[in-house]
């Protein structure tokens, strides 16, 4: 996709998608102090309370911090309909997301019932306006309806991954609902998979050639990829709910070909890319993300052929590591780094045009935020990501390496992107006093005529 084709007039306020970006990272370093200081055999289980506290700080307050602003950016420059009263949904839906995910890590770590119950109100209230937003904008759209399909995939997926949630987490502190660990898997999948991986699909087929240069994704991919890891997801569930084997079978193939050719295609357009000698870190967020994408592939069907590997405790929170920490976070960052800049030069270049200034007023995209900080943030990035996958095996040695570096990384970034709000309130203040300056020039001139 080129730029000329997105619908730059629909774009949201700045402040819109900034505070969640800002803040994301910021759970990152609340998941890696839960690492630092909670006892070790918490992460020896995916069923443990510290492990559900860290990883709802991850996909909540991490990933769907992340989700939310961008699709609210997407949904509004990409099929051109921005969502209706954005600006009030954002504050809301932030506001909700961020405390709801903080108490419901709490109600996990304490067992306070009251915090849980609280944190699944908040949430709900967030995803259901957040949802209710995106969808308005989609029915204002009027531009680029695959986009807007694999959207409402996304969106329908999140609902179900909500729905699931709200009911599991009853089930932890409600003494009349059941505990219903056997739709934990369901949950994870919507979530993980027709949530997140769909989502960044859509999003990849805009950004990838925009950002990264590279040829477009074939159409055919386009129109048809996210609707097929989407089917293939609900065979799957129905041979869960039904306990048919084939169903599952058939289901999980289909749903895991749809993420091969996904990783494989983007791998191959990153080779075939404009100004091949020219190496960007934000490059190998990505490859990162592909690459653990065909490792979690690789680990789910390595569990199907060998059923003893699937009875393992290591099997879950490999699986989870890779999707969440490899994938999901991997492409995040890759994609924080081109979004952010961009957004940043788009508001700055609409302020220029509006006070009719010389556009040298404005610093060069890639002056934002020099390579140098982004190659640091990454390398500390790739070492977390290996330290926690070794932690897996030997919690006691590599699990506070690994948040201390969590830590780190999550901190870099934050500061990566302040540096770029500097900038951009740097920038901002000159245009200010360069247009008092051509008032006050031409006041005179025009009072005299």
Same mark, same amino acid.
């Given at each position: 996709?080129?730029?000329?084709?997105?619908?730059?007039?629909?774009?949201?306020?700045?402040?819109?998608?900034?505070?969640?970006?800002?803040?994301?990272?910021?759970?990152?370093?609340?998941?890696?102090?839960?690492?630092?200081?909670?006892?070790?055999?918490?992460?020896?289980?995916?069923?443990?309370?510290?492990?559900?506290?860290?990883?709802?700080?991850?996909?909540?307050?991490?990933?769907?911090?992340?989700?939310?602003?961008?699709?609210?950016?997407?949904?509004?420059?990409?099929?051109?309909?921005?969502?209706?009263?954005?600006?009030?949904?954002?504050?809301?839906?932030?506001?909700?997301?961020?405390?709801?995910?903080?108490?419901?890590?709490?109600?996990?770590?304490?067992?306070?019932?009251?915090?849980?119950?609280?944190?699944?109100?908040?949430?709900?209230?967030?995803?259901?306006?957040?949802?209710?937003?995106?969808?308005?904008?989609?029915?204002?759209?009027?531009?680029?309806?695959?986009?807007?399909?694999?959207?409402?995939?996304?969106?329908?997926?999140?609902?179900?991954?909500?729905?699931?949630?709200?009911?599991?987490?009853?089930?932890?502190?409600?003494?009349?609902?059941?505990?219903?660990?056997?739709?934990?898997?369901?949950?994870?999948?919507?979530?993980?998979?027709?949530?997140?991986?769909?989502?960044?699909?859509?999003?990849?087929?805009?950004?990838?050639?925009?950002?990264?240069?590279?040829?477009?994704?074939?159409?055919?991919?386009?129109?048809?990829?996210?609707?097929?890891?989407?089917?293939?997801?609900?065979?799957?569930?129905?041979?869960?709910?039904?306990?048919?084997?084939?169903?599952?079978?058939?289901?999980?193939?289909?749903?895991?070909?749809?993420?091969?050719?996904?990783?494989?295609?983007?791998?191959?357009?990153?080779?075939?890319?404009?100004?091949?000698?020219?190496?960007?870190?934000?490059?190998?967020?990505?490859?990162?993300? #592909? /690459?653990? +994408?065909?490792? !979690?592939? %690789?680990?789910?069907? $390595?569990?199907?052929?060998? *059923? =003893?590997?699937?009875?393992?405790?290591?099997?879950?929170?490999?699986?989870?590591?890779?999707?969440?920490?490899?994938?999901?976070?991997?492409?995040?960052?890759?994609?924080?780094?081109?979004?952010?800049?961009?957004?940043?030069?788009?508001?700055?270049?609409?302020?220029?045009?509006?006070?009719?200034?010389?556009?040298?007023?404005?610093?060069?995209?890639?002056?934002?935020?020099?390579?140098?900080?982004?190659?640091?943030?990454?390398?500390?990035?790739?070492? #977390? /990501?290996? +330290?926690?996958? !070794?932690? %897996?095996?030997?919690? $006691?040695?590599?699990?506070? *390496? =690994?948040?201390?570096?969590?830590?780190?990384?999550?901190?870099?970034?934050?500061?990566?992107?302040?540096?770029?709000?500097?900038?951009?309130?740097?920038?901002?203040?000159?245009?200010?006093?360069?247009?008092?300056?051509?008032?006050?020039?031409?006041?005179?001139?025009?009072?005299?005529?």
């Amino acid at each position: 996709m080129k730029q000329s084709q997105l619908v730059l007039s629909q774009t949201p306020p700045f402040i819109v998608p900034l505070r969640f970006f800002v803040t994301a990272p910021l759970f990152g370093v609340g998941a890696a102090m839960l690492m630092l200081f909670l006892d070790k055999s918490h992460f020896g289980s995916r069923w443990s309370m510290g492990m559900l506290a860290y990883t709802h700080l991850l996909v909540l307050g991490y990933v769907a911090m992340v989700m939310q602003a961008a699709l609210l950016q997407v949904t509004s420059v990409l099929t051109g309909g921005q969502p209706h009263r954005v600006g009030v949904f954002a504050v809301i839906s932030y506001s909700t997301l961020a405390v709801g995910t903080m108490l419901l890590a709490t109600g996990f770590l304490t067992g306070i019932s009251h915090f849980i119950h609280i944190a699944m109100l908040l949430l709900a209230i967030s995803f259901i306006l957040f949802i209710g937003a995106v969808i308005s904008g989609l029915l204002r759209s009027s531009a680029q309806r695959n986009a807007g399909f694999g959207i409402g995939l996304a969106l329908i997926s999140l609902m179900i991954t909500v729905g699931l949630g709200i009911w599991l987490a009853l089930g932890h502190s409600a003494q009349d609902v059941a505990l219903a660990r056997h739709l934990t898997d369901l949950h994870l999948a919507f979530g993980l998979v027709g949530w997140g991986a769909v989502l960044v699909i859509t999003v990849a087929f805009a950004v990838v050639p925009m950002f990264q240069l590279t040829p477009a994704y074939p159409l055919i991919l386009i129109q048809n990829l996210p609707p097929v890891v989407v089917v293939g997801l609900t065979i799957w569930s129905s041979g869960y709910f039904l306990n048919n084997p084939t169903f599952s079978l058939i289901g999980g193939l289909v749903t895991v070909i749809g993420l091969i050719v996904f990783a494989v295609i983007t791998l191959w357009l990153q080779v075939k890319r404009k100004r091949k000698p020219v190496s960007e870190v934000t490059l190998w967020f990505w490859r990162c993300a #592909m /690459l653990s +994408l065909l490792a !979690a592939v %690789l680990v789910w069907t $390595s569990a199907l052929i060998f *059923p =003893a590997f699937n009875q393992n405790p290591v099997y879950p929170l490999l699986l989870g590591v890779l999707m969440i920490h490899g994938f999901l976070i991997s492409a995040i960052n890759g994609m924080l780094y081109k979004i952010l800049p961009f957004l940043t030069w788009l508001h700055l270049s609409i302020k220029v045009t509006e006070y009719k200034l010389s556009r040298r007023l404005i610093p060069n995209i890639k002056k934002l935020l020099p390579e140098s900080r982004v190659h640091i943030q990454f390398g500390a990035h790739l070492l #977390m /990501l290996l +330290l926690i996958l !070794a932690a %897996l095996w030997q919690v $006691s040695w590599f699990l506070v *390496p =690994a948040g201390i570096v969590f830590a780190i990384s999550n901190l870099l970034l934050w500061l990566n992107l302040l540096d770029v709000l500097k900038i951009y309130k740097k920038t901002w203040d000159k245009i200010i006093e360069a247009a008092e300056e051509k008032t006050a020039v031409t006041l005179p001139t025009e009072l005299s005529t």
